[in-house]
């Protein structure tokens, strides 16, 4: 017998064309030998790309077997037949449902009533045929409840195209508004849609305009359109029903136009204009605007308004600004306040009664946890729908009266598989950053678990655009568990876990604090022996990517293994491109190259 060596049995990685293309700026002058793979439609790119990945199904062949075994697994997970959480909207409760065998839900409502029954507005299954990919993106009823426009991708570009269904007849109707982001609100007259539309290059929300039902899409008005290509808009509608808003929004700026519901052809008026820095967003019930503002506020305020005398000088302070608790949003009911706030790193909702101006707060008991606002679209109602999770619990929604102070369990999460919450442990803990910042770590794993330093750990990090990386929980995930992993989530600078400081201090010219922040608690997991150093992972998507790629550079010893989504990891080239989708939004994320500083210290981190 030949003696042949395992490795010379290896798969062979393709090999890679090297074309050398100098890219030059300020002076500066880089040689990038794979620019050509920009051209994604090219023969060679596409030819590369299945050599790729025909070589990684070469490489996991021998895990064939455990894949299968850990789809079955997981997909046992998962109940089939479910539906969600029926929400009101006027006369109907809205709700979606999944049949078995079925890959997309059913779009349902009932009206009021014990004898009433469903209906169905949208089966998404059928809409799919015939198409390799398919999302049914948002979906809004017209004020006569008639109506359902919908939002269609076939191409995973997320370019839209919007239609119409006559409820009243199952009919849907010959309108049909192709290249749109999906992004739309009615007017009050049942018949007027304002919706946005992306450039076709960049993909920037930049235009919005106004539909009538039944008459040709190539002759809907342009409403406004955003020409700043920093900025990005969309349309929405007051919970009041009587505003119809436009937003214009980019990292560090917001402006907003409203127009009245009730006559969509009338001249946009400008709430508060724009000024560098100054974020604000609203909404509108009874007598006053709503707003949320950063205006001499890092955490945010809450201020309300009259429509005569929207500018920020009229407002009215309702919330104050706090230190040490972030604003993060705001629920209006006709006798009840809602306020989300984050406070040392978890979401709290603090109620407040109109009529009293009396506060208390919903607290939740775990140590780490997601509480979001549900379906709250009804003004009338004492009752505010909201969900909960944890990394041992799953989404649970629950109704609360904010009258009794009384919680109502709608409806939890079913995993199927002999899952048990009792079974599982998750802890908060705290890593020590490189200049002494205490930063969050949220773990769990099965109950067992010893600190011994020898267990498997995926730990995962995001720490971009001010998005928390709040504790959840993932059915998937319990394969890891049960098998001896603990997963963690770093909170780390970039995020906006501690405030509005605690992302000021993860970007821009302090971009790297996300990148050390996230090694700091790598290496405090493997002193404090919740990590075996030499099964510690790590994994981030898109601009956790980029993160995941930098630390891999910075340690390269520090990581078993790593898996980056999406990375976003050649910073430098894709600012210097403003026809790249997306581009010019980013520039108070991670600054403009086109300006030595920011190139210079781009350069120092980007993979």
Known sequence: MTNISHDSLAPVPPKIQVNPHALEKHGHVRIDDYYWLRERDHPDVTSYLRAENDYAQAVLAHTEGLQTKLFEEIKGRIKEVDFSVPFKIKDFWYFIRFQEGSEYPLYCRKSEGPE???????????????????????WVISPGQNILAFATDTQGRRIYTIQFKDLSKGELLPDVIESVTGNMAWANDNLTLLYARQDPQTLRSSRIYRHVLGTPPSTDELVYEEKDETFSVFVTKSKSRKYLFIGSHQTISSEYRFLDADTPTEKLTVFQARERDHEYDLDHLGEYFYIRTNDQAKNFRLMKASAGQTGKASWEEVIPHQADVLLEGFEL????????????GLIHFRIRDWHTGEDHDLDFGEPTYLATPGDNVESQ?????FGYTSMTTPMTIYDYHMATREKTLLKREEVLGNFQIAHYQTERLYATASDGISIPISLVYRKGFQRNGTHPLL??????????????????????????????????????????????????????????DFLACADFLVEARYANPQALFAMGGSAGGLLIGAVVNMR????????????FVD?????????????????????DPNQPAYYEYMLCYSP
């Open 459 to 516: 730990l995962y990090g995001y720490g971009s655009y001010g998005a928390s990386m709040d504790a959840s929980f993932s059915s998937p995930r319990l394969s890891l568990l049960d098998r001896g992993f603990v997963f963690a989530i770093a909170h780390i600078r970039g995020g906006e876990e501690l405030g509005r400081v605690w992302y000021e201090d993860g970007k821009l010219l302090k971009k790297k604090n996300s990148f050390t």
């Open 556 to 567: 390269p010893d520090r990581f078993h293994g790593v898996v980056a989504q999406v990375p």
């Open 381 to 385: 109602t004492s009752l505010f729908r």
């Open 116 to 138: 009433s029954k469903e209906e169905l507005m949208v089966d998404a299954n059928e809409l799919a045929k015939g198409h390799d990919y398919f999302s049914l993106g948002n």
């Open 571 to 591: 910073v430098v080239t894709t600012m210097l491109d403003p026809d790249i989708a997306l581009t010019t939004g980013e520039y108070a994320e991670w600054g």
């Open 333 to 344: 009911f006709d006798n009840y306040l809602v306020v989300e706030e984050r406070k040392q």
